[in-house]
């Protein structure tokens, strides 16, 4: 097989070559763009999901339908350690300046700009990671009381005014939105909330870890009624199957019935996985039709490449007693597991991990589905764990 041809993508982010299984996630929002449009009722959204669902992929293909449709978009990623307001800010002011250059929006634009400059200057003794341009003047009095849940309703409804005098919606996507302080996650759902009651056209996609829902709905108890929560997971049986067969026969490849059911069983359906391990049976195989002998030999290379990056990245960043606490997790299974279980296979007392617990919530390596279970935010790190920690010496490191 031509690998030069070979269709699969499995990079982080990276868009597949069929993007199966998300329509119905993709028109809730198309509509909801065109509602906020309108003036009317539009229900922001929450992507969850555990890692290589491709919540990442579908955030970015919903802001390419949104710009096809007219609207106005920003596109952030909440790194660890930045703030809100810093990763805000330098975007808002995009968004405000191409709202500028229409002329019937232009000064609702500029009294934006002003009162970015003045929520900037006031910001900036609290979050100094601050680091915007200003294009005019602050505004006294608007969005600069120092105080980031009142100015921040104050920035977003001159961006909301602004939109709506250009016939248009702004449109913000937030990626990895789990990291944000919850305070700040507070200031965002109250300024959203302010918005939806103006009615103005601005409208938030973010995509998060499982404990997104959970850490919103603790910032601010209305969340769940503010935004929608569609849960991004493994594709259904035909989607997956979807996944795999059109990319194979745009390049006029067949793979086995036989085969397409390991590889997808293998898999687990995730959208991540399926891409890799297609990328790695195109590479084992001699010739078309795909066979379960090249998804089997394919195995050892997609594992091989997945403890290299997607897994080994994130296992890197661990201290040696986070490391010893997924590996008591993996030693029970898949999961999700009780605290008490997996501080029996540590072995260590329930309290005394519990600050290893929290770190490890922090970074979105676990997460807590219901009280006292914790569970894996990376699918099949359970057998990655095991592989890079085997036997029994790890209880005594």
Avoid: C
Wanted: net charge neutral.
């Amino acid at each position: 097989m031509d690998s030069i041809r070979n269709p699969f993508a499995p990079g982080a982010g990276t868009p597949p070559p069929e993007l199966a299984g998300r329509d119905g996630v993709r028109e809730a929002l198309r509509v909801a763009f065109a509602r906020a449009r309108l003036g009317r009722p539009a229900k922001s959204a929450m992507l969850v999901g555990l890692r290589g669902v491709g919540k990442t992929v579908l955030l970015d293909r919903v802001r390419t339908d949104a710009e096809a449709a007219g609207v106005h978009t920003v596109r952030i990623e909440a790194p660890e350690g930045r703030s809100l307001p810093a990763i805000l800010a330098p975007q808002l002011r995009q968004a405000l300046l191409r709202l500028s250059a229409v002329a019937q929006a232009k000064a609702y634009a500029v009294r934006g700009l002003r009162a970015l400059a003045g929520f900037a200057s006031k910001l900036k003794l609290t979050y100094n990671d601050i680091e915007v341009g200003f294009d005019y003047e602050p505004e006294a009095g608007l969005a600069d009381n120092g105080d980031l849940e009142h100015d921040l309703q104050a920035l977003f409804e001159q961006l909301g005014h602004a939109a709506k005098a250009a016939d248009t919606a702004v449109a913000l996507f937030i990626d990895e939105l789990q990291y944000v302080e919850e305070d700040q996650l507070a200031a965002l759902i109250t300024a959203m909330h302010r918005v939806a009651q103006q009615q103005l056209p601005v409208v938030l996609v973010g995509a998060g870890l499982p404990q997104l829902r959970g850490r919103m709905g603790n910032a601010k108890s209305y969340a769940e009624r503010l935004f929608d929560f569609p849960e991004i997971g493994p594709l259904p049986e035909e989607a997956a199957e979807r996944a795999i067969r059109v990319p194979l026969r745009n390049e006029q490849v067949d793979i086995e019935a036989p085969a397409l059911d390991y590889l997808i069983a293998v898999t687990h359906r995730y959208a991540y996985f399926l891409q890799q391990w297609g990328y790695h049976t195109w590479e084992q195989a001699a010739l078309s039709p795909l066979t379960v002998d090249d998804v089997r030999r394919a195995s050892t290379s997609a594992v091989a490449a997945l403890d290299e990056s997607f897994f080994r990245v994130r296992f890197d960043r661990l201290t040696p007693k986070e490391k010893r606490y997924l590996r008591a997790m993996a030693e029970l299974g898949p999961g999700p597991h009780r605290s008490g279980d997996i501080a029996q296979a540590y072995p260590a007392k329930v309290t005394s991990l519990a600050p290893t617990r929290s770190g490890l919530i922090a970074k979105g390596m676990i997460w807590s589905p219901n009280h006292g279970d914790t569970a894996f935010t990376v699918p099949m790190f359970d057998e990655f764990m095991k592989r890079i920690m085997p036997g029994q010496d790890w209880r005594d490191s």
